[in-house]
């Protein structure tokens, strides 16, 4: 039976090394992962525990890598990472840390901003009122507090586009 439990482990192993090949994951994605898959939570834990020591899998790594690059590309809030870091299994206190880290680099309600400057492009051919309409509700869905948003608004969408 052990020589079976090593083929698993090096089973899941290969698998989580196929998907951390698309992209960093955190622990808790690659262990619902290679459970949906069939292993074991004895062969996922050993699997993990191996790629961990071996550097592959960071949750503080991934967690900076991805806060910033959804902040920079995707113009997202701290609190909609927060979620995002939430429900990919990245830990309270690491989840908190980065947000701290990532949010000391960069300020909120400048992303804002980029985020809003970009998407008004889009909405040129509109009303003043329908761009603002629109305009606020992306920057709601990106998770920015009604008060940056209605600041935003009110100073990038003038009466007349």
Do not use: W
């Amino acid at each position: 039976m052990p020589a079976t439990s090593s083929a698993d482990e090096a089973s899941a192993m290969r698998v989580a090394l196929h998907l951390l090949s698309f992209r960093a994951r955190s622990q808790h994605e690659l262990a619902e992962r290679l459970q949906r898959r069939g292993f074991t939570t004895e062969v996922i834990s050993r699997a993990l525990r191996n790629l961990t020591t071996r550097g592959l899998v960071d949750d503080r790594s991934f967690a900076l890598h991805h806060a910033r690059s959804r902040v920079l590309t995707r113009h997202m809030s701290r609190r909609r990472l927060k979620e995002e870091l939430r429900e990919k299994g990245v830990a309270e206190e690491i989840v908190d840390a980065t947000l701290r880290e990532v949010f000391q680099e960069i300020d909120e309600e400048e992303v804002a901003r980029a985020g809003a400057a970009k998407h008004l492009k889009t909405l040129g051919h509109l009303s003043a009122p329908v761009a603002r309409r629109r305009l606020a509700a992306y920057l709601l869905r990106r998770g920015f507090s009604p008060e940056t948003v209605h600041r935003i608004v009110t100073t990038l969408v003038k009466h007349d586009l």
